[in-house]
């Protein structure tokens, strides 16, 4: 299974692919979406292409994208959940399999603790991924989120098939 991780940023979206073999996790690639241009329209365009690349290049199976953080700011909530609404939108484009994961849950299955530090995250995801080199905080968040959906897939792939067994 290969899992495209999404960390929606309308500034910087952070990507990870991971291909997951059974409990084997092995790192394919990751990077940052930068937008481009002045008005919004311009700038989830820019997310929207680059992301597109990244999902023609890499062929995921499944995506994975982290929920939106609510803070006090009504106005950069909303606009995170535009930039969140292009992160969801190219994986079902190209007819993935999508999950959707609070912060707490990806720290907590990558780190062990729900209220992780950024670098904690990042150390973790170095030690499952032996030999990556991390380009960037929100890559680093990306590749948390393919390995939390790694851990779940497989978890709910488990399940669906003791429900054919069980029906047969």
């Not at 329209?41 to 990244?54: E, F, G, I, K, P």
């Not at 023609?56 to 535009?82: R, S």
């Not at 912060?103 to 530090?117: D, F, L, M, R, S």
Request: neutral net charge; hydrophobic residues 45%.
């Amino acid at each position: 299974m290969r899992v495209l991780g999404i960390d929606p940023g309308l500034r910087n979206m952070g990507w990870g692919v991971i291909d997951a073999d059974g409990s084997r996790l092995s790192h394919v690639a990751n990077g940052i979406c930068h937008s481009v241009g002045q008005d919004l329209a311009a700038r989830l365009l820019s997310l929207h292409t680059q992301l597109t690349d990244v999902v023609a290049q890499f062929q995921p199976d499944h995506a994975a994208i982290e929920q939106t953080f609510v803070n006090k700011d009504g106005a950069g909530t909303l606009k995170l959940g535009q930039a969140r609404g292009v992160a969801l939108l190219v994986p079902a484009q190209a007819g993935l399999v999508i999950g959707e994961y609070a912060p707490n849950k990806v720290k907590k299955t990558v780190v062990g603790v729900g209220h992780a530090e950024k670098h904690q995250v990042e150390h973790m995801v170095k030690l499952q991924l032996p030999g990556v080199s991390i380009n960037g905080p929100d890559a680093a968040d990306a590749l948390a989120i393919a390995i939390c959906h790694a851990h779940y897939a497989k978890a709910g792939a488990g399940y669906e098939a003791a429900l054919k067994r069980a029906s047969a």
